[in-house]
């Protein structure tokens, strides 16, 4: 291979990540997508780019406070890398801002309002006044700030309210107005338009109430963000009572982002400063709303003409062929059902049945999240109250699901379900989900294994795949891996299922290999891989390799890429592009020709829970799943990955230098998302196979 200067072979990490975000971001300009789902893409920004500070950003400034100044192979110095990475976020939240005032400023023509407090009418304010006392005046604590009154902690995510206010003898005084996150923070006033106000806007409106005999000098509002990365230590005693304290001192991490409202004075912005401890904190004055993120609350106003029309999202027909017997369904042939556009409840199914079968011995899952009142959690339950035995291996650190997941812990044990915490030092991000029941034939495991998470909201958004076999062998494997999380026991030679931190990554790279192999030999040689994020240097590194030698490469990469490719002599085989959507691309697909061109029925085929990083190849359980079925086959490769790769309307191809340009105009061309909505799943299809399913190929510019 030829050699390329380091800075030449990877993008950065964090950088690329930026990039996905301006992605989603610039859904928001599509003018064929409905307003409100166009505000809803802004928020989903700006909430991505909080996660983004709170993690990410905390986790590099942590670094150079602890003396580390070089981030990765790139040999970015770590405070350029800080500075670039402020930069550009500062230029993505003026852009949100930008669009929002754009996009409020179009809404106006379909009786949507977001107002201020200048433009209420008398009745209005009469209303407000009314809320104000009732509402919240209630939950509201002013606070002076002087030597007997220090400067309050803020909590993350918190939103506060600074004033500097005269007394009657123009006596100054400093003051703050935390607004607690349980108010709305856009309140609809009355009336036949839905109009909108902030809840800031409103107090101050109302600060007589609050400070009587003070009138406003100056004003202005601030929002804190903090370090939110809990750091795990392996020596922890007691697992669960760890994550209850980190919980609650993720609170009050460090100030890792300190938003200022544009329209402060200086003083005050200098009062906030000095009495925050920024050691670590970027300030950025934004000119517009604070905290984005809560604009969801208005997208969700019933105004179906501003959404998406709904989707109503179809069951397979072949569990309906076997009379709704999800498990005759499966002993007859592996079924893959795609969400969103075919039903999650056939995995509640699945579960529910089980526990209500009395021929259902055992069940056995891992659970890395799902939804408030969650099914999922029901049906384990009831299936241990119905007196199965049931093991659950329950994964606290979920990001910002941690809580969730400690609640759920316990409810199941109520219940008497065997909860255990997976691997010490490793999260458990593999979903795995297994029935044994008792039949004729003796006991026969029923698996399902998916791409996803066991969470029947954002299935509904997030594209995955759900693989449900009776296979024996794959029965048994599962069954091996899944007692390694439990018990640590390595399971040997396993022939079909892969598991990291143990073997997936010897597996993808030998299966990379055998495709340079052939390459070599002269023969058909290909690979299509569909991944969230692609950032593990030894796996490029092979990919490089693998272009070398003439490997035809295609890579669906959501979102963090640090691949570089069309370079001449190092990755002129490779293409790249990134799909951003109505729904979410989530699963993961990995396609190798097998001595042939894809797609083709001699190919293999895997779906796995893992992304290409060293945290889930190295550090997490992950699964690796062989997909034989040839119905199952065919769906994915002549379905799925073909439609991926025909997309134009919703595609971004990464460029050489970094950059990602839209295919052609955005909203415009054959949409993966809108053919899967359209028409059914080959597996899930049942007798009536391709009826109805026009064929996709590949052609003239489809790559």
Avoid at 13 to 21: G, H, I, K, P, Y
Avoid at 284 to 290: A, H, K, P, Q, R
Avoid at 529 to 534: E, T, W
């Amino acid at each position: 291979m030829k050699q390329a200067e380091p800075e030449l072979l990877y993008f950065d990490r964090e950088l690329s990540w930026l990039a996905f975000n301006e992605r989603v971001l610039a859904q928001s300009y599509i003018e064929s997508v409905p307003l409100l789902e166009r505000l809803n893409f802004v928020a989903i920004s700006a909430k991505n780019l909080d996660e983004f500070y709170m993690v990410r950003v905390a986790g590099l400034k942590n670094q150079l406070i602890a003396g580390i100044d070089v981030v990765g192979n790139n040999e970015i110095p770590l405070q350029d890398l800080l500075v670039l990475i402020r930069d550009r976020s500062l230029k993505l939240m003026q852009n949100q801002q930008v669009q929002v005032k754009k996009l409020a400023k179009e809404l106006k023509g379909h009786n949507f309002f977001i107002v201020n407090s200048k433009e209420l009418s008398k009745s209005d304010e009469k209303w407000l006044k009314s809320y104000f006392i009732r509402n919240l005046l209630p939950v509201l604590t002013p606070l002076s700030v002087d030597p007997a009154h220090p400067f309050p902690f803020i909590p993350n995510m918190g939103l506060a309210i600074a004033l500097e206010l005269l007394s009657k003898h123009d006596k100054e005084m400093k003051a703050l107005i935390p607004i607690p996150s349980q108010i709305p923070r856009f309140i609809q006033l009355p009336g036949k338009t839905q109009r909108f106000i902030l809840a800031e806007d409103v107090i101050i409106s109302h600060i007589n109430s609050l400070f009587p005999g003070f009138r406003v000098h100056s004003h202005g509002c601030f929002r804190v963000l903090r370090d939110s990365e809990i750091e795990f230590h392996d020596e922890s005693e007691d697992f669960v009572q760890y994550f209850e304290v980190a919980l609650k001192q993720r609170k009050r991490g460090a100030v890792i982002r300190l938003e200022i409202d544009g329209n402060m004075p200086l003083k005050l912005r200098k009062f906030v400063g000095d009495n925050l401890d920024l050691e670590l904190g970027d300030v950025m004055v934004i000119d517009g709303i604070l905290g984005l993120h809560d604009l969801e609350e208005i997208v969700a106003s019933p105004r179906p003409e501003l959404r998406f029309i709904p989707y109503n999202e179809r069951y397979p027909e072949r569990i309906r062929e076997f009379g709704g017997n999800i498990f005759a369904a499966i002993a007859h042939k592996d079924l893959l059902v795609h969400h969103p556009y075919e039903s999650f409840d056939v995995v509640v199914e699945f579960l529910k049945h089980a526990a209500r079968d009395q021929q259902v011995v055992s069940i056995k899952q891992t659970l890395y999240r799902t939804s408030n009142n969650s099914p999922i959690i029901a049906a384990l339950c009831e299936a241990a109250e119905n007196g199965k035995s049931v093991t659950v291996v329950v994964e606290i650190k979920a990001r910002f699901d941690e809580q969730a997941n400690l609640q759920w812990a316990q409810d199941l044990e109520h219940a008497g379900v065997m909860v255990l915490y997976g691997i010490l030092g490793y999260k458990t991000h593999g979903k795995i989900s297994l029935v044994a029941r008792r039949e004729e034939r003796g006991l026969q495991i029923y698996t399902h294994l998916g791409t996803g998470n066991y969470h029947p909201v954002t299935a509904r958004i997030y594209d995955d795949l759900s693989l449900f076999t009776a296979d024996p062998q794959m029965g048994e494997e599962t069954s091996k891996v899944f007692n390694y999380l439990t018990g640590y026991a390595h399971p040997k030679k396993l022939k079909k299922l892969s598991y990291a931190p143990i073997t997936m990554r010897d597996k993808i790279e030998d299966l990379i290999k055998e495709e340079i192999l052939y390459a070599k030999k002269g023969d058909p040689a290909s690979l299509w891989v569909k991944i969230n994020s692609l950032a593990d240097h030894k796996i490029i590194k092979l990919l490089y390799e693998a272009s070398n030698a003439g490997v035809s490469i295609d890579l669906i990469i959501r979102g963090i890429c640090c691949l570089r490719p069309g370079v001449r002599g190092l990755s002129q085989n490779i293409r790249v592009k990134s799909v951003v959507g109505r729904f979410l691309e989530h699963s993961r697909i990995i396609c190798f020709g097998n001595g042939h061109l894809l797609p083709s029925p001699h190919a293999k085929v895997f779906i796995s829970s893992a992304d290409w990083m060293p945290r889930n190849l190295d550090w997490r359980f992950e699964t690796f799943v062989p997909v034989e079925n040839q119905t199952v086959k065919e769906q994915i490769l002549n379905q799925i990955m073909v439609a991926y790769l025909k997309d134009f309307a919703q595609s971004w191809r990464l460029e050489e230098d970094g950059t990602y340009q839209p295919f052609g105009e955005p909203g415009k061309g054959f949409s993966a998302h809108e053919y899967f909505m359209k028409h059914p799943s080959l597996s899930g299809r049942g007798h009536a196979t391709y009826d109805g399913i026009p064929k996709l190929t590949l052609g003239g510019n489809d790559k």
